[in-house]
């Protein structure tokens, strides 16, 4: 087994050594993998580069406009907006990236297995999935919450619990067109068993729209985690995240509208960095996509 | 006046990667009641001379350059697409090679036939509907006036391209240009519509323009022949006086790779058989009736050592689920498949893993039997690297013998399946079905999909590869023409019974059964 699994992680490797060599020429996706990695190492980095704590406040000085002393203004405590989005993004990029990608890893597995396997597996497992479905996300939040307590770690897995049922459903739909296919049967013919042709031949070829899919998801559980928070559910004031921000900065909209538009343009910005790289990526992974 | 007189047509694509011309220069004139065909093979620019002149190529990237095409005294090129889109379907019509998705399948027969006469014509319903049956009649459709109201998938392939060719006579064109309308079809069903094809041409005295790559068709059809390469027109004449004598390299090389002899039956000896097939009977489950029906009926047969068994039947047949039931792709129900005295089918998956390795299988198309994200590297190590036949450190070795042994530049090894035709991908499949070096070869209608040069050297090269490696092979098909070039022996498959078994020889001399001989007759000849 050892031997195999050796294998197959060697073997795996021409298709994602090409994918970054054509992943490199793409100058759009690199310029989107820049940006995101420099929000993550600006958050990682934010306790020593931050200007001011997060908690503190100058009541009296209150909401101001971007000054000298304060580069993208206060808010309503007198709190520097900037150091407030550096640490928000902290948060927001945490659950951002393990939200998905415990997404993607439930997600494609399940419905990778559902969907190679097919006839009664796959009817019990989909049906698993349409009960989830069925369960109000907020109960089964709230119930989590009550049964562990809170913390960060379980808001991430609560999430990603819950974003996986589409992704796996996609995934699914995928793999029942690329099973039929005869390069599958000739697999078989060849006497592979089954997870290395799900791992090597089914996995590879529904990458697409698990790409694109995994960068929709991650503004969506941004958002989400800003409406837990918002429910006290999330994380608590006077932490802080970007869904946060965007909500407080909305209440306040008419009066300190930087207190918005901030918070907003780090979000979209990071939204725009990882569509341009997951559609690079996309395109990397396909073959047939560059010609290069 | 001809019919229509295209004068120096000129078709090219601008991509991404540079133009190509995909018609270069080409001109030629249809007459009135006169079958002319277009032979070339694939991505010869047969079929975009005919979209140019109609407007039908997406443009861009197509441009059509320069040239005209003169259809009654009115150039095509020079309209606009209102007036163009009067005249397609109206005085010139099409018909395609896949009747199924050129027919709309959420709308009846009878419905799609009658809108062109509604919206060119002016018929009411009531009258488009006699005449639409009375066509159908015509093309075939028995009880018409019944079949009216049914839908596309009710029809069978060879009824559906009936049902097409009504529609497209439907307004009584001048012209009718046929896409290898019969290339999709078994052949007793292309004998019909061939037949058909030429009934109507004669007695609504049309201009058909017949395109197709099968030879022996258009020698059977039409009465003058172009023949296209590379966008150009390298030979055009007179049906008779082109096949007798063709002038042009490429019209005889394209003659010479049409298969034909027979292959001289070696001397087998009774007690070499790999394989031993009894009884085999596979059924599946029918949707609509909820019933199984019997795919594969109770086939007995035995396969000696180093023979080429030709299975040949029409489509849906039962032939290709023998090949898989045999290599327990898909369950049989009953019987035993020896293999090395053993029978498989009691086997289980994990039991037949070392099986698997002595017998390998290639399929019909190489476009879909390759996984795409693969490179010919990873294709081709993949199962001998998984079978143990190869370490990590030998296997490039190894892999590059396998590409010599098919035929493939040693310098492809890290191009993925699409930067290749479909004769080269068709060798990498071969080439992974002979790493593990197979007792047995299963080979699902090989050569189907390819034109008929790259048919002729694969066929060479499966010959060549049998002879090697002292392979003993399956061969499943439809071409007659091949089988009978190919194989010691046949068996021919109906409806999932095995009807008749014999040499090759004998099988041609002597056909026992009426259906063999129906089916031998409806071969087109070419000589």
């Known amino acids: 087994m050892s031997q195999a699994a050796l294998m197959e992680a060697e073997q795996g490797t021409s298709l994602w050594a090409d994918a970054w060599v054509r992943l490199k020429k793409n100058k759009l996706a690199v310029f989107g993998m820049s940006v995101v990695g420099f929000f993550v190492v600006v958050a990682i980095l934010t306790p020593w580069l931050a200007p001011y704590a997060y908690e503190a406040q100058d009541l009296e000085l209150g909401a101001t406009p971007p000054s000298a002393a304060h580069w993208l203004g206060t808010d309503i405590f007198g709190r520097d907006l900037l150091t407030r989005i550096m640490y928000g993004g902290r948060v927001s990029l945490a659950v951002g990236i393990i939200a998905t990608s415990v997404a993607l890893v439930i997600g494609v597995a399940w419905g990778t297995v559902a969907g190679y396997v097919g006839g009664r ?12 479905y069925a369960l109000p996300f907020i109960i089964f939040i709230i119930l989590l919450m009550v049964v562990f307590g809170r913390s960060m770690l379980l808001l991430f897995l609560a999430i990603g619990a819950v974003e996986w049922l589409t992704m796996a459903r996609i995934v699914r739909g995928q793999v029942l067109t690329i099973r039929s296919q005869e390069f599958i049967e000739a697999a078989r013919s060849m006497g592979l068993s089954t997870p290395h042709i799900m791992l090597r ?10 790409i694109v899919y995994a960068t929709l998801t991650v503004p969506q559980v941004m958002l989400l985690e800003a409406f837990l928070s918002f429910l006290g559910l999330g994380i608590q004031p006077p932490q802080s995240s970007w869904g946060l921000l965007i909500s407080y900065g909305a209440e306040t909209m008419e009066d300190y509208p930087w207190l918005l538009i901030f918070p907003g343009l780090a979000l979209s910005i990071t939204l725009f960095a990882l569509n341009f790289m997951g559609d690079g990526l996309r395109d990397a992974l396909d073959p047939k996509a560059s010609k290069d | 006046m001809s019919l229509l007189k295209v004068s120096n047509l000129t078709t090219r694509f601008h991509t991404r990667n540079g133009v190509t011309t995909a018609v270069d220069d080409v001109s030629f004139a249809v007459e009135r009641g006169e079958i002319l065909a277009i032979v070339g093979e694939s991505g010869s620019g047969k079929s975009v001379t005919c979209y140019s ?25 020079a309209m606009s697409e209102s007036e163009l889109r009067d005249i397609r379907g109206d005085e010139i019509a099409m018909i395609f090679q896949d009747p199924m998705t050129s027919l709309n399948p959420f709308l009846s027969i009878g419905e799609q036939l009658v809108e062109p006469l509604i919206y060119h014509r002016a018929y009411s319903r009531s009258e488009a509907r006699v005449r639409a049956i ?30 097409m060719i009504a529609m497209a006579l439907i307004t009584e064109p001048k012209l009718l240009i046929a896409d290898e309308p019969t290339t999709a079809l078994d052949v007793t069903i292309q004998a019909q519509i061939l037949e058909l094809v030429a009934k109507l041409q004669d007695s609504h005295d049309l201009g058909v323009i017949f395109i197709s790559h099968d030879l022996a068709v258009v020698k059977e059809l039409a009465d003058r022949v172009l023949v296209m390469k590379q966008g150009q027109v390298v030979e055009t004449n007179v049906t008779q006086a082109l096949f007798s004598a063709p002038q042009h390299p490429y019209t005889q090389e394209l003659l010479a790779a049409v298969p034909k002899g027979q292959k001289q039956s070696n001397d087998l000896t009774a007690d070499s058989i790999l ?10 489950l029918d949707r609509n009736s909820g019933q199984r029906f019997k795919a594969v009926d109770d086939v007995s047969f035995r396969v000696q050592k180093n023979e080429i068994l030709g299975l040949v039947g029409e489509s849906g047949s039962g032939k290709s689920t023998i090949g898989r039931s045999i290599l327990k792709l898909v369950e049989a129900d009953s019987g035993a498949v020896i293999f090395d005295q053993q029978d498989l089918l009691p086997l289980s998956q994990r039991q037949m893993v070392p099986l698997r390795r002595r017998m390998q299988m290639i399929f019909q198309d190489p476009y879909a039997s390759l996984n795409p994200r693969m490179t010919v590297f990873d294709t081709l190590a993949e199962p001998l690297l998984y079978h143990g036949l190869a370490t990590r450190k030998n296997v490039e070795g190894k892999v590059l013998e396998l590409m010599d042994d098919v035929g493939l530049d040693r310098r492809a090894i890290k191009k993925y399946p699409h930067e290749f035709s479909g004769g080269q991908r068709q060798r990498i499949a071969i080439g992974r079905a002979i790493a593990t070096r197979p007792e047995l070869i299963i080979a699902d209608e090989p050569v189907s999909a390819l034109d008929v040069t790259i048919q002729k050297q694969i066929l060479d090269l499966l010959v060549e590869l049998v002879k090697k490696h002292n392979l003993t092979m399956l061969f499943v098909s439809h071409d007659l023409s091949v089988v009978r070039a190919l194989c010691d022996r046949v068996m021919v498959i109906q409806h999932g019974k095995l009807i008749e078994f014999e040499s090759t020889e004998q099988l041609w001399k002597a056909p026992q059964q009426q259906y063999t001989r129906d089916l031998l007759s409806a071969i087109p000849q070419i000589d």
């Open chain 2, 134 to 163: 009375e066509l159908m009649e015509e093309c075939g459709i028995v009880r018409s006036a019944e079949r009216f109201d049914s839908y596309p998938h009710e029809f069978s392939g060879g009824m559906r391209q009936r049902v």
């Open chain 1, 121 to 132: 597996t796959d009817a019990v497992m989909m049906r698993i999935v349409d009960a989830l």
């Open chain 2, 275 to 284: 394989l031993d097939v009894q009884g085999l009977t596979t059924t599946f």
């Open chain 2, 53 to 77: 002149m109609l407007g039908l190529i997406p443009m861009p990237p197509g441009k059509i350059e320069s040239g005209s095409a003169m259809f009654e005294g009115r150039d095509l090129l």
């Open chain 1, 201 to 210: 031949h089914v996995v590879p070829n529904s990458l697409g729209p698990i």
